[in-house]
């Protein structure tokens, strides 16, 4: 008699585990990581004579239609600036990308600050 009494209490506690939906976790959505201009100040809108004479010769020129690529590494990271032309203008630097050497995230004015503090610019 109590068994009959505990079934329907133990489909209750065992209902209560059953979940809903098609099983598939729930993805969160991507963290999106903040980009600050500070620190940046000396870089942006810069033309590359002007990079070159900031950071020494780059590591890297690449050149695709009307846009650059300068690349300039050291022991502690790697920063890519990209420079497009406005107009009839010379190209200038609009963005700035930096990574470590292994390929992790640095902030891009620590790079930045790294670069400019190589002996002899480079």
């Known amino acids: 008699m109590i068994r009959l009494a505990a079934s329907p209490i133990l ?18 959505a991507p ?3 903040p980009y600050s201009g500070v620190g940046l100040e000396r ?21 695709e239609g009307n846009a650059r690529k300068l690349q300039f590494h050291s022991g502690i990271c ?6 497009y032309p406005k107009g009839s ?6 963005y700035v990308d930096a990574r470590q050497p292994d390929g992790r995230t640095i ?11 190589r002996v002899g610019g480079k």
């Open 43 to 63: 870089v942006i809108g810069q033309n590359a004579n002007g990079l070159v004479r900031l950071f020494g010769q780059p590591d890297a020129d690449v050149r």
């Open 78 to 83: 790697v920063l890519d600036t990209y420079l």
């Open 31 to 33: 963290v999106p990581i």
């Open 89 to 94: 203008g010379e190209p200038r630097v609009t």
């Open 107 to 117: 902030d891009r004015a620590s790079c930045v600050s790294a670069l400019t503090r």
């Open 11 to 28: 489909l209750l506690l065992v209902a209560g585990c059953a979940t809903t939906g098609s099983g598939a976790p729930e993805r969160a």
